[in-house]
């Protein structure tokens, strides 16, 4: 019996000394190290299993080396984050429909200039070759939005689209349709110029590009939360962590229209300047020939007069208004998503009608103020809407882009 015992112990022993090898072993092959898209490793960190880096290779998992997300030209990359939504202005309209929400909002890009009529000109140039004689008239900017049957504007119909002075003014006449129009056409038009410089094959489908690790995101309008973001960019009221010096009326320091710097520093322009093209009163657009300061223009201006703000952001208040994705609806502020809001079309309940019926899912939001309205326009929070397939000379719009993520991350 005592040998009996002591061989079953022997061999109880050996078990352990087998299982605490092999769990050895295992202990010394279960981490590869850490991973990361721009860094996956050789092998599977789960399984041991080798990959395959080559996408054409179908006997083993292909894993992309490559995780990137390329931008369009003219975009500035807006840091996403919390925000308070919603105009610090009195509502003297007694509208009521931009109350302050807190919201967060996801890193994305933002054009730094309206669209120009020399972009808009270059569209048209692409899309001749593309569609018929009646659909390219149709995404013609409508001339006809600068007569007027009590005024000599109609001058503007034939030259404020055509005449090279203007290429650099903002393109106007644009309904919110057709600068969707624009958008699907200048993400096909840059995805073929970034593929061909980087030898890749064009005909590629997004999803298999995606696959590969190249990112080419839709161009597409901004959602109003975004733009309304990225115009009172409050990045440049921060100090310490979290901590916000004051909140913004304008996307500019201080109550005032003009800016109040000396020109030195970080803050562009000099002292006195207005800070936007806009109307400043009753019949008044320009101020008195002759000692008419930098708001000269009668009209819209070029893209780049005036100083960006603190993203970088040419004319978000003033110049035109902005058309942006969502439908209009005077409850979004109080019903939208508190993570990347987006109105996405007109809920048709009693609390959601406000006893309006002309509102419904064609009626969209725009932004900004313009070359003529007053100031009480330009803050980011205020809120006005248009039919989708209407346009204006004051209406115009700028591109925005999802940022995907961080590469190598």
């Not at 931009?98 to 669209?115: A, C, G, H, Q, R």
């Not at 038009?189 to 410089?197: D, R």
């Not at 003033?318 to 942006?324: A, I, K, L, R, S």
Request: charged content about 25%.
């Amino acid at each position: 019996m005592r040998l009996q015992n002591t061989s079953w112990g022997m061999w109880t022993i050996a078990l352990v000394l087998v299982s605490a090898s092999i769990l050895s072993s295992c202990q010394k092959n279960k981490s590869y190290g850490k991973r990361s898209a721009g860094s996956p490793g050789k092998r599977s960190a789960t399984t041991g299993a080798d990959f395959s880096f080559n996408v054409e290779d179908s006997s083993q998992f292909f894993v992309s080396k490559k995780a990137e997300q390329i931008p369009g030209p003219n975009l500035r990359f807006i840091q996403g984050g919390r925000v308070v939504l919603g105009s610090q202005e009195e509502d003297v309209m007694f509208f009521k429909d931009n109350t302050e929400k807190v919201v967060t909002i996801s890193n994305f890009y933002l054009d730094e200039t309206e669209i120009t009529n020399n972009d808009y000109k270059e569209f048209l140039f692409h899309m001749k070759r593309k569609v018929g004689a009646t659909a390219l008239k149709n995404l013609e900017p409508s001339e006809k939005v600068w007569r007027g049957a009590m005024s000599f504007n109609d001058v503007y119909e034939s030259y404020y689209f055509r005449f090279p002075g203007f290429n650099f003014y903002p393109v106007a006449g644009v309904s919110w349709t057709q600068a969707n129009a624009y958008a699907k056409w200048r993400t096909e038009f840059v995805q073929k110029q970034v593929l061909n410089k980087l030898k890749m094959d064009t005909t590629l489908t997004p999803a298999q590009l995606i696959e590969r690790g190249v990112v080419v995101a839709d161009f597409r309008l901004p959602n109003e939360a975004e733009w309304e973001y990225a115009a009172k960019a409050m990045i440049g009221t921060q100090y310490l962590d979290e901590k916000q010096e004051y909140g913004r009326i304008y996307p500019w320091d201080g109550h005032g229209l003009r800016n109040p710097y000396d020109g030195r520093g970080k803050k562009a322009g000099k002292q006195g300047d207005f800070l936007a093209n806009f109307k400043r009163g009753r019949g008044d657009y320009a101020g008195i020939a002759g000692s008419i300061n930098n708001d000269g223009e009668i009209l819209p201006t070029n893209v780049y007069d005036m100083p960006p703000n603190d993203y970088g952001l040419y004319h978000m208040a003033g110049n035109m208004n902005e058309w942006v994705n969502d439908v209009y609806n005077p409850l979004t502020f109080r019903d939208a998503d508190e993570l990347n809001p987006l109105r996405k079309d007109w809920v048709n309940d009693e609390k959601h009608t406000s006893g309006n019926p002309l509102l419904n899912d064609n009626i969209r939001a725009y932004k900004g103020g313009s070359w003529r309205d007053v100031a009480y326009w330009l803050t980011p929070g205020s809120r006005r809407f248009m039919h989708q397939d209407s346009s204006t000379n004051h209406i115009g719009f700028r591109c925005a882009m999802v940022a995907i993520g961080a590469p190598g991350k």
